[in-house]
């Protein structure tokens, strides 16, 4: 007499609590998401809210809206020149880290040259600069270079200080793509300009969404730089238009709030474009192809 067999899987068991681990698992992401998304919503329901309204229900929704937070708040802290501003200069900024952070990963991980490894740390090492102790002597640097007050007082310092994290993370996305596909192109009569600008700054768009938002971000908030190194009203920021609802007396947060939800929409708008691309980028350079 045969003796009866266990056909069960040998996952069998496994799965009995995967689906509790999975379900305890879904409900703390759901956790973190509505305790990360409420901050925002609290800013776009105080934005509507008189002064009066802010303090006795600070957490309820608006009775009634007051639209003309808005509206005074762009006109009183000029925002539309300010939004100008902090355009120009976060754009620009953007592009020449999108630039010359991926020229030099390029550079510093397809290419075996002397120093080679001197540079990477070089470069590596100044993420670890405190960014904030450089105000002064770089208030020095631009006053003699006669660039204090201009634009490129902030372009300048952005890019340099993004730069790091940019290599860095381009080198990781880097090692992930097969030489193959560079000899493939060189042999189809590509030079070295023509396998960057055809094969590897277009396989290189997900890492370069992610240095896009990140330095985004620190650009677009940025106030200590822009409080240091601007002076005139008509070069402001936006950050630095935020702070003239406050004064030593007082703070009007019916305004304050109107003009922060009017700040906070183009974050909100870029990441919404490039979160599938922040996503790929921030993974893609974890495996190796």
């Not at 067999?5 to 496994?14: A, I």
């Not at 501003?85 to 976060?90: G, K, L, Q």
């Amino acid at each position: 007499m045969q003796g009866t067999t266990d056909v069960r899987s040998p996952d069998s068991n496994g799965s009995l609590w995967r689906k509790p681990v999975s379900g305890v698992v879904k409900a703390l992401l759901l956790v973190y998401a509505a305790v990360t998304l409420y901050p925002l919503y609290w800013l776009m329901i105080s934005a509507f809210k008189s002064n009066q309204e802010f303090f006795n229900r600070p957490y309820a929704w608006p009775q009634n809206f007051q639209i003309d937070n808005i509206t005074r708040a762009w006109d009183l802290g000029k925002m539309g020149q300010a939004l100008i501003n902090s355009t120009i200069v976060t754009l620009a900024a953007v592009v020449l880290t999108i630039v010359l952070g991926t020229l030099a990963a390029y550079a510093l991980e397809r290419f075996t040259f002397k120093m080679n490894n001197v540079i990477k740390g070089i470069f590596l090492l100044g993420m670890l600069i405190p960014i904030h102790s450089t105000l002064v002597p770089l208030f020095i640097f631009m006053n003699k270079i006669g660039l204090l007050d201009t634009y490129w007082s902030l372009i300048l310092p952005y890019t340099a200080f993004e730069l790091p994290i940019a290599i860095f993370l381009g080198m990781a996305y880097l090692a992930s793509i097969p030489r193959e596909v560079e000899e493939a192109a060189m042999i189809d009569g590509n030079g070295w300009w023509g396998v960057f600008g055809r094969i590897i700054f277009p396989l290189c768009l997900p890492v370069i969404s992610t240095v896009t938002i990140l330095a985004f971000l620190r650009f677009w908030n940025d106030f200590s730089f822009a409080l240091v190194f601007i002076n005139s009203q008509a070069l402001k920021t936006l950050p630095l238009s935020l702070s003239l609802f406050s004064d030593g007396f007082g703070t009007d947060y019916s305004l304050t709030m109107g003009a922060m939800f009017i700040a906070v929409i183009p974050t909100i708008v870029i990441y919404l474009i490039f979160q599938e691309q922040i996503m790929k980028g921030m993974v893609a350079g974890s495996v190796k192809g």
